[in-house]
């Protein structure tokens, strides 16, 4: 069974940084192919994909908040942590993190954590 | 900011068959890049309905089906029932943007 879970702070205030911790279980970071990936949905709003990395430690970032974040693993601890800078109120939605299984899946997420809604207000 | 565009609403009487559109462009859905949707029932995480076009996981019942022709995707959904009413997402990869995309995503309602 896949799982995965996030944790963060739930406020924050503008010009923070935001850590963001997804720890899984069901699968293995280290299996070629696999991804960890970071979506995020304001209130009201479609989902946005943040960034990714894989079991290789190829990293991808959306080009529109590439300077801002950072996404490293640590496969021994099965954690995926992501780091969003100088964050803005219009940052304020629910974090996820996703399993990306590649192979036959492509690129779709199969697996989803529950999410962690993270406000940013002063 | 989302360059994939669903329709914001989609509504049916239960049993009937709903389809929603997901359009995209060259550069994503028109390069060739798969198209792969998501349920999300109020309050809840997404779910992978769709993958790679047409594939449903395992354990997503056959009602759902999903189609990609040119610059578009469409998911349909045939014999609606109540627990189908959610917000359902298209996914898929942008070349110009080298990242992946999600659509605005869908609001279904059973009547």
């Known amino acids: 069974q896949i799982t995965l879970k996030e944790s963060s702070p739930t406020l924050v205030k503008p010009t923070q940084t935001l850590t963001l911790t997804c720890t899984f279980s069901g699968f293995s970071l280290s299996t070629s192919g696999v991804g960890v990936g970071w979506i995020r949905q304001p209130p009201g709003k479609a989902l946005e994909w943040l960034a990714l990395i894989y079991w290789d430690d190829d990293k991808r970032y959306s080009p529109s908040l590439k300077s801002r974040l950072t996404i490293t693993k640590d496969t021994s601890k099965n954690q995926v942590v992501l780091t969003m800078t100088n964050m803005d109120p219009a940052d304020t939605a629910t974090y996820h993190c996703?399993?990306?299984?590649?192979?036959?899946?492509?690129?779709?997420?199969?697996?989803w954590g529950q999410g962690t809604l993270v406000t940013v207000s002063s | 900011q989302s360059v994939l565009t669903q329709p914001p609403s989609v509504s049916g009487a239960p049993g009937q068959r709903v389809t929603i559109s997901c359009t995209g462009s060259?550069?994503?859905?028109?390069?060739?890049?798969?198209v792969h949707w998501y349920q999300q029932l109020p309050g809840t995480a997404p779910k992978l309905l769709i993958y790679?076009?047409?594939n449903r996981p395992s354990g997503v019942p056959d009602r759902f089906s999903g189609s990609q022709s040119g610059t578009s995707a469409s998911l349909a959904i045939t014999g609606l029932q109540a627990e189908d009413e959610a917000d359902y997402s298209c996914?898929?990869?942008?070349?110009?943007?080298?990242?992946?995309?999600f659509g605005t995503g869908t609001r279904v309602t059973v009547l």
């Open positions: 996703a399993y990306r299984p590649g192979s036959n899946y492509g690129a779709a997420f199969l697996g």
């Open positions: 790679g076009n047409a």
């Open positions: 060259s550069s994503n859905i028109g390069a060739g890049y798969d």
């Open positions: 996914q898929s990869y942008d070349s110009s943007l080298r990242g992946y995309v």
